[in-house]
C-alpha cells in the first residue's frame, strides 16, 4: 500500500506539471491576456500592500493601525494568497477554483472595509472585529446597505450607487462559477430577468455548442482545447471586472486613513481607464 501510495503521488506531481505546462503554451497562442489580466491583478495587489502601509514615522502609532485594520491581515494573509493562486489554477485548467480565489478576493476586501469603516467597528482592534456578530456573519449583499453609505459619501450618490452596483453584480457573476446550480440577474432598463446559472449550466453549455464538455467538466487538473476559449475569454472579463472592484473598495477604505490616498486614487484612475 505504501508503495501504490508513492507511486500515486509521484504520477499526480509529474501529471499535473506537464498539464500545467501544455496549458501555458495554449494560452499564451489562444488567450494570452487572461495570464495578463491575472498578473496585473497581482500587481495591484502588490501596490496596495505598499501603498496602504501607515504614514506616520511613528512605530507606536505604526503599530496601532496594523493592530487595529482588519484591511492588513485580509490584504497580506488572504487577498494576495489566494490571488496568486488563482493565477496557478488557470495553469491548471481549474477555471471554478479560480472563479472561487476571485471571489474570495472580493469578499475578503468589502468585509475589510466594512470592518474597519462601520461606526460601531472601526474602533476595535481587528482581532475583537472578527469576533463581533456583525462581521462573523457578515455577507456580500447582508452588507450592502452599510457599503452603499460608505460608497456614496466617498463618490457621490450617481456614481457611489453606480460603483456599488458593479461590485455586486461582479461578486454574483463569480458566484455563478463555484455553485452547482445558481441563478443570475440581468438588470436591463425596463426590468431584471433571473436565469438558470452555475458550473453545470456551463459545461452543458459548451457541450451543446462544441460537442464536447469543457475540461474542467472532464477532469482537474485538464489540458485546455479549443472549446474552452470562450470561458477562458469570460473569465479575463470578469478578471478585469475585480481589479476595479478592489480598486473601488481600497479607495473608500483609504480615504480617511494615514495611507497614500494619493497613489491610491492615482491606481484606481487607472483601472477605470484600463476598463473603459
Not at 500545467?20 to 496596495?48: A, G, H, R, T
Not at 476571485?102 to 481587528?126: F, Q, S
Not at 452543458?204 to 474552452?228: F, Q, R
Request: with cysteine; glycine share 4%.
Amino acid at each position: 500500500m505504501i508503495w501504490l501510495k508513492e507511486k500515486g503521488i509521484e504520477f499526480f506531481i509529474k501529471y499535473t506539471k506537464e498539464v500545467m505546462e501544455k496549458n501555458l503554451s495554449f494560452l499564451l497562442e489562444k488567450c494570452s491576456d487572461v495570464l495578463d489580466s491575472c498578473f496585473e491583478l497581482l500587481n495591484d495587489i502588490i501596490d496596495y500592500s505598499m501603498l496602504l502601509l501607515p504614514r506616520t514615522s511613528s512605530e507606536e502609532v505604526k503599530k496601532a493601525m496594523l493592530s487595529k485594520y482588519m484591511m492588513y491581515p485580509m490584504l497580506y494573509n488572504v487577498i494576495y494568497p489566494n490571488a496568486q493562486y488563482a493565477c496557478v489554477a488557470i495553469l491548471q485548467g481549474a477555471i471554478p477554483q479560480a472563479y472561487y480565489c476571485l471571489r474570495t478576493l472580493i469578499e475578503a476586501m468589502a468585509i475589510a472595509v466594512y470592518a474597519d469603516t462601520h461606526p460601531k467597528l472601526k474602533d476595535l482592534n481587528w482581532d475583537r472585529k472578527i469576533e463581533e456578530k456583525g462581521v462573523r456573519n457578515a455577507t456580500l449583499f447582508g452588507i450592502k446597505d452599510s457599503l452603499r453609505k460608505m460608497f456614496t459619501k466617498v463618490f457621490g450618490n450617481k456614481r457611489g450607487n453606480e460603483y456599488l452596483e458593479l461590485l455586486l453584480h461582479t461578486y454574483e457573476s463569480l458566484s455563478a462559477w463555484i455553485h452547482p446550480v445558481a441563478k443570475i440577474r440581468i438588470e436591463s432598463e425596463q426590468s431584471g430577468e433571473e436565469y438558470a446559472a452555475g458550473l453545470l449550466k456551463a459545461i452543458v453549455l459548451t457541450w451543446n455548442k462544441h460537442g464536447i464538455p469543457p475540461s474542467y467538466g472532464i477532469l482537474i487538473p485538464m489540458e485546455y482545447n479549443n472549446a474552452d476559449v470562450e470561458d477562458l475569454r469570460y473569465l479575463k472579463e470578469n478578471i478585469e471586472a475585480v481589479r476595479l472592484s478592489l480598486a473601488i473598495l481600497t479607495y473608500v477604505w483609504s480615504i480617511d486613513k494615514d495611507v497614500d490616498k494619493e497613489g491610491v486614487g492615482k491606481l484606481l484612475e487607472r483601472i477605470i481607464k484600463e476598463s473603459s
